[in-house]
């Protein structure tokens, strides 16, 4: 007897020839990857199975997060001469299990044999009930399942769904823009499930803090490109936010902001030879995903883009994002943006699209070429390398410096700073064009995490911002 974890890959076995040979290797090379999570395994192949021995356990987990897999169950497997085997082997297993409890017994055989698979369950049943147990097809509280093929027997009570679809580089590449919202690293994971090798496009537009929660999320996302040394590629969008403000009507800043990233996807995608861009856009949901609006930000961009979160609803989007493990950071990643407009247009004439092109074609091109690219093995270290600039905390308010409070009205109404003014996050470039982007500024919050954020976008813009670090007690 010895302990395997049988692994099932799923629709690409109906596949013939090449194309499936092809197949199975990008499959093995990314579930030697995913079980190096476990300490490595030894890994057989036969037609429609990948068997793996190892740390049972881990690999349990590990081979269920590969693209390809229908479902993996750990099992026990045997070398058989009959169905007494069979059922002796079944009986010392599982009696233990099946003692008072009502059980089926689910059989699947390939390879010829002289028995057929009801002998097997009819054996296997009788050995269990002689136990106590009884038998219900219908609803049992527990099943058990063997798998004979060829001269062994598989035995085993779990299967782990897998993630289905293909198997990772079987369908060329994509560029995913991901945001750090929850959306996006859905889209990109379903574009992984397909085949797709996705590399990874993020435009920074907020500071150091929001860029490490970004790309914390992207981490988790690169966890599932097993056979894949993704590329994570981070510009500096600030330029595009500055040419936008300066050049663009803000009832356009959404659709605009839109047709700069996907414009400097289109160009980063010629580098690392993406076939499309991927973005995490669902009808309707906000008003630039308008059917107008998206028509409007493509027009002429020269390269497919693809939202395979199209038609689906928020809550299933959601459900995704939590299966995927991206959903807790991705719903906590600070959403500061110098670019969204309170009254957003929901769609653009051509007239309006040339203009922003005309007000945006620098910045775009700058941003597009001072890219910063992290390979996924990199990751991890390059976000412990990320600090803010190490001038922007202070420990008392500059002379003359606007004090803006952050946090809550109720906590601002308990203490705040003599002479402090409060803002939400939101509204700090407003307030800023109010009082005059010539000032100094400095923010304070709960923790320091956020006014860090809000001081470096602002810098960004050229405005002089500062963070302010509350002493205890204060
Ligand atoms: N800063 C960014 N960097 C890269 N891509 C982005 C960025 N902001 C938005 N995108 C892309 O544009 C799409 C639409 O953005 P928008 O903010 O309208 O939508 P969203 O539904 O909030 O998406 P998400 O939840 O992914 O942020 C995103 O799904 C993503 O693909």
Redesign the pocket.
């Known amino acids: 007897m010895d302990e395997v974890v049988v692994v099932r890959p799923g629709e690409f076995t109906i596949k013939r020839g090449a194309t499936r040979a092809e197949m199975e290797k990008l499959l093995l090379k990314a579930a030697r990857e995913a079980a190096e999570e476990c300490g490595g395994a030894k890994f057989e192949k036969e037609p429609g199975r990948i068997y793996a021995r190892g740390d049972t356990q881990c690999l349990k987990k590990a081979l269920a997060r590969v693209f390809g897999v229908k479902s993996v169950s750990p099992a026990y497997v045997m070398k058989f001469e009959g169905v007494a085997d069979i059922a002796r082997e079944a009986a010392r297993l599982w009696v233990g299990l099946a003692a008072g409890r009502r059980f089926a017994v689910r059989v699947h055989r390939v390879g010829n044999h002289p028995f057929t698979s009801r002998d097997v369950a009819a054996a296997v049943g009788s050995a269990l009930v002689a136990a106590g147990a009884r038998v219900d097809l219908e609803n049992p509280e527990v099943e058990f399942f063997v798998e004979v093929r060829g001269d062994r027997a598989y035995f085993y009570t779990e299967v782990v769904e897998g993630p289905g679809g293909l198997p990772l580089g079987s369908e060329g590449k994509v560029l995913?823009?991901?945001?750090?919202?929850?959306?996006?690293?859905?889209?990109?994971w379903l574009l992984m499930r397909r085949g797709a090798h996705v590399d990874v496009?993020?435009?920074?537009?907020g500071g150091t803090v929001a860029l490490r929660h970004?790309l914390e999320v992207i981490k988790r996302l690169l966890a599932w490109s097993y056979g894949y040394n993704a590329r994570v590629i981070i510009?500096d969008?600030s330029p595009v936010a500055k040419a936008l403000r300066s050049g663009v009507r803000e009832e356009l800043w959404?659709i605009a902001?839109?047709r700069a990233?996907y414009r400097i996807?289109a160009e980063v995608a010629k580098t690392v030879r993406a076939a499309a861009?991927?973005?995490?856009?669902?009808l309707g949901?906000?008003s630039?995903?308008t059917l107008q609006a998206l028509a409007a930000a493509e027009m002429g961009v020269g390269i497919p883009i693809l939202r395979p979160?199209i038609g689906m609803d928020k809550d299933e989007?959601t459900k995704l994002a939590q299966r995927i493990g991206t959903y807790e950071i991705?719903a906590k990643?600070p959403?500061y943006?110098a670019v969204?407009s309170r009254r957003p247009k929901k769609w653009a004439t051509r007239e309006e699209i040339e203009e922003i092109d005309f007000a945006l074609h620098d910045a775009v091109a700058e941003v597009a070429s001072n890219v910063k690219v992290v390979r996924k093995w990199q990751l991890a270290e390059f976000i412990k390398t990320l600090s803010p600039p190490e001038d922007i905390e202070v420990e008392t308010p500059p002379e003359g410096a606007v004090v803006v409070d952050l946090r809550d009205e109720e906590s601002y109404r308990k203490w705040h700073l003599p002479g402090a003014v409060r803002a939400d996050f939101d509204e700090v470039l407003s307030l800023v064009d109010k009082l005059g982007r010539d000032k100094t500024y400095v923010f304070y919050c709960y923790s320091g995490g956020l006014s860090l954020d809000v001081a470096e976008s602002l810098r960004k813009l050229g405005i002089k911002a500062y963070s302010l670090r509350l002493r205890r007690g204060t």
């Open positions: 995913a823009l991901v945001s750090g919202g929850i959306d996006s690293p859905v889209a990109a496009l993020h435009c920074n537009l970004t510009g969008c959404n902001f839109k990233l996807g861009l991927v973005t995490g856009e669902s949901q906000v630039s995903q979160l989007i991705s990643t959403e943006c969204f």
